[in-house]
């Protein structure tokens, strides 16, 4: 089984729209991130968390919301979906200590 | 924080050696050289990293300038698996863990 897991994997969607992204993760890790990737670029830090509660905001956080509820799951809501949030959404996680991130499959977006 | 810059693009045959180059000249002296790659269509993938030393591990070593102002990451025999975007970053004591990506080197590896 995949240490980190996201659903969907592909999602197509209308303007103006809630979009709900999930991440879970089975390594017990505590820190947890979502980035999203346009195509061509590198990816972009949207959120990031530490711990259960906590939420931090990365490079893009403006028209994103998270939510840590749980120390296993990190979701990514986009509020009102608009057309240039169609891109590659990627969640990471990581250990206290370490810095090397651990990364889903990803979600493809597309908002029409 | 400090940049890297990488070339945009490698090529390399299957089961020759291949170095990919890193410029970091404004690195820090707590910055960590780190490396991953993205397959296609997948998320990336931790490869290697290294503070001052040369590093090894089963899928790549990690050769660090003396100065630390350049690294290279060097796949010995590069398969037709190791294509793929490959990212150096430095992570330093106040990235607080996140991972600043740039545009990477795009790797082909011909058979």
């Known amino acids: 089984d995949a240490d980190v897991t996201q659903t969907p994997r592909n999602r197509i969607t209308k303007t103006g729209k809630r979009i709900m992204l999930e991440c879970s993760q089975t390594?017990?890790?505590?820190?947890m991130y979502w980035y999203r990737q346009d195509p061509g670029l590198g990816l972009r830090l949207i959120y990031y968390s530490f711990d259960v509660k906590d939420i931090n905001k990365g490079e893009i956080s403006d028209g994103y919301s998270v939510s840590r509820q749980a120390q296993a799951k990190f979701s990514l809501s986009l509020e009102s979906a608009i057309p240039n949030q169609t891109a590659l959404y990627f969640c990471?996680?990581?250990?206290?200590?370490?810095?090397?991130?651990?990364f889903g499959p990803g979600t493809r977006l597309t908002v029409l | 924080d400090a940049k890297t810059t990488q070339p945009n693009s490698m090529e390399s045959n299957e089961e020759e050696p291949v170095h990919l180059p890193c410029n970091h000249s404004t690195i820090s002296g707590t910055d960590y050289i780190h490396w991953y790659r993205q397959l296609p269509s997948q998320g990336p993938e931790y490869v290697i990293h290294g503070l001052t030393s040369n590093v090894n591990n089963r899928m790549a070593s990690l050769a660090i300038a003396e100065d630390r102002k350049s690294s290279t990451l060097i796949l010995h025999r590069a398969t037709l698996r190791d294509a793929a975007v490959y990212y150096c970053?430095?992570?330093?004591?106040?990235?607080?863990?996140?991972?600043?990506f740039g545009q990477g080197t795009i790797l082909t590896v011909h058979p």
């Open positions: 990471a996680i990581s250990r206290q200590g370490t810095d090397t991130q651990y």
């Open positions: 390594k017990g890790h505590d820190r």
């Open positions: 970053i430095l992570i330093g004591g106040t990235s607080y863990g996140k991972l600043t």
